[in-house]
Nanobody
Framework: QVQLVESGGGLVQAGGSLRLSCAAS????????MGWFRQAPGKEREFVAS????????YYADSVKGRFTISRDNTKNTVYLQLNSLKPEDTAVYYC???????????????????WGRGTQVTVSS
C-alpha cells in the first residue's frame, strides 16, 4: 500500500506560478515511477507529466510542455510539479500517481496507475 498526499494547490492569476508537492509513504519510493494527472470538471482525467525512478527521464503532455516541470527528491520521498505561465485552461484537480514496477513511459497511462493521491485543486483566473 502506498499513500500519496498532494499539497501546494491554490488560486492564482493567469501567468502566475505554483509548485505542487506529493509526499509518498514507504521505504521504496526510489523504485517507483511517478506521475501527475489532472481532471477538470466534466472532463476525463488526463496525463500531465511523468518521471523515472532516478529522475533522469521525464515526459510531458503537449499542453504543458515548456511550462511545467516535474522533479523528485528520493531522499524526501517527494515528487514535485512546478507550474509556470499558468492559463485558465490549467484549472483542474491535480493528482499524484504511482505505477508500481513501471517506467516513466507506462506511467503516462491512467490504466497503468496503481495508487492515486486525493488531489489538490488548482484554479487559474483570467
Amino acid at each position: 500500500q502506498v499513500q500519496l498526499v498532494e499539497s501546494g494547490g491554490g488560486l492564482v492569476q493567469a501567468g502566475g506560478s505554483l509548485r505542487l508537492s506529493c509526499a509518498a509513504s514507504g521505504r521504496t519510493f526510489s523504485t517507483y515511477a511517478m506521475g501527475w494527472f489532472r481532471q477538470a470538471p466534466g472532463k476525463e482525467r488526463e496525463f500531465v507529466a511523468s518521471i523515472s525512478t532516478s529522475g533522469s527521464i521525464t515526459y510531458y503532455a503537449d499542453s504543458v510542455k515548456g511550462r511545467f516541470t516535474i522533479s523528485r527528491d528520493n531522499t524526501k520521498n517527494t515528487v514535485y510539479l512546478q507550474l509556470n505561465s499558468l492559463k485558465p485552461e490549467d484549472t483542474a484537480v491535480y493528482y499524484c500517481a504511482v505505477n508500481i514496477g513501471g517506467t516513466a513511459t507506462t506511467t503516462r497511462r491512467v490504466s497503468s496507475i496503481d495508487y492515486w493521491g486525493r488531489g489538490t485543486q488548482v484554479t487559474v483566473s483570467s
